[in-house]
């Protein structure tokens, strides 16, 4: 187990900055999805977006944050630039370039990213990969509904 | 005071006992941790039974790839507000992905806190996932009586460990030999074994090769 070859060494984690939770982002725009709306299915954007309701399905947020609040209850995958869990969370978390469980936050899943960051106190059980690219899925199209 | 039912395993936690911090030495970690440094591929799973802590994936952050975190100590602890089932399914305790066997394990004042045959299930399910040659650190009471709390263990930058715990209330403590602790733990063995001066013994042990592996 310990006799392996070299192939390569780790590199330094960049320490990047995300964007602020509800602080706009390079559109100028930011979203938020109030605590009394529900969602069912597919959520993207090119705007950060701050979640204090509850959300199932999957959300893509390719350049942008994403911010799941203290009340935010969450049962999907999620892609962001920068994600920042305050709230609860089921599901698998690719950041592009850091993910945040903060002291409230609740996750179940796996996360990818460059960096991750687990508050004191954090609530985490799951598989944490930093070194895997973390590249946008794509997002499939909706199936055809046969002709009559 | 703390309330025991029989078999010493259910209790009632005192909410407003002041936590308390043991610095220790842990040798075999510290000698575990530079082994996975000096080694040139450094791209280990590890598997931490422990609740998430930041600094444990800090540190262990330069030779893994992969590091998962169980939470088996915030099961444990919701076991201690009711009763405690004597062997749970390991698989709905811990589930554990089966993409990447670990290299190493890190079991922290938790194994004391298993009743019996539910710690020789819960090291089924660990051997299973687990490379042939993995490490499997553990901390485990030597006393008669051990805190109900298992805390938390701050690793230091230096190798060495941070005990944080609510002294009180407490519970038996089954001050397993290492004779009973490998006869629980089928498919390790035990590499290291040094009493540490707070009272912990510390193990290293190592996967070993099995029929199914």
């Known amino acids: 187990m310990f006799d392996k070859s070299k192939k390569s060494t780790p590199s330094e984690t960049p320490d990047h900055t995300p964007t602020a939770p509800g602080r706009p982002g390079a559109s100028g725009q930011t979203t938020t999805i109030g605590p009394s709306i529900r969602i069912n299915g597919e959520i993207s954007g090119e705007e950060d977006l701050v979640i204090q309701g509850a959300v199932e399905g999957n959300i893509q947020l390719k350049e942008h944050h994403l911010t799941v609040g203290e009340q935010g209850r969450i049962k999907a995958d999620a892609f962001a630039r920068t994600i920042t869990v305050r709230g609860e969370l089921t599901g698998d978390l690719t950041g592009a370039e850091k993910v945040t469980i903060t002291a409230s936050g609740r996750v179940r899943g796996n996360i990818v990213a460059p960096k991750v960051i687990l508050e004191e106190g954090a609530s985490f059980k799951g598989s944490i990969d930093m070194e895997t690219k973390a590249e946008a899925p794509t997002l499939k199209p909706a199936p055809k509904s046969k002709s009559a | 005071m703390p309330l025991f039912s029989r078999g010493g395993r259910r ?107 539910a710690l020789l299930r819960l090291a089924g399910h660990l051997r299973a996932h687990c490379r042939t040659g993995a490490r499997l650190h553990a901390l485990v009471q030597t006393g008669t009586r051990m805190p109900v709390d298992p805390g938390r263990f701050r690793l230091q930058e230096d190798g060495g460990l941070v005990w944080e715990h609510r002294p009180e209330p407490r519970m038996d403590a089954p001050r397993r030999a290492q004779r009973t602790l490998e006869r629980l733990l089928p498919g390790f063995g035990a590499h290291r074994a040094r009493l540490l001066q707070n009272g912990f013994q510390e193990y290293l042990f190592v996967a070993n090769p099995t029929e199914r592996h």
């Open chain 2, 11 to 117: 209790v009632r936690s005192s909410e407003t006992a002041e936590m308390a911090s043991e610095p220790m030495g842990a040798p075999a970690l510290r000698e575990l941790m530079a082994q996975l440094g000096a080694t040139e591929d450094m791209h280990f799973a590890v598997l931490d039974l422990a609740a998430a802590a930041g600094d444990h994936l800090q540190s262990f952050r330069p030779f893994s790839s992969r590091f998962h975190i169980a939470g088996l100590a915030e099961e444990l602890s919701s076991w201690h507000a009711g009763e405690a089932p004597s062997a749970p399914d390991p698989n709905e305790l811990m589930p554990l992905p089966d993409d990447i066997p670990f290299d190493v394990v890190l079991a922290w004042n938790l194994f004391d806190h298993l009743p019996d045959e």
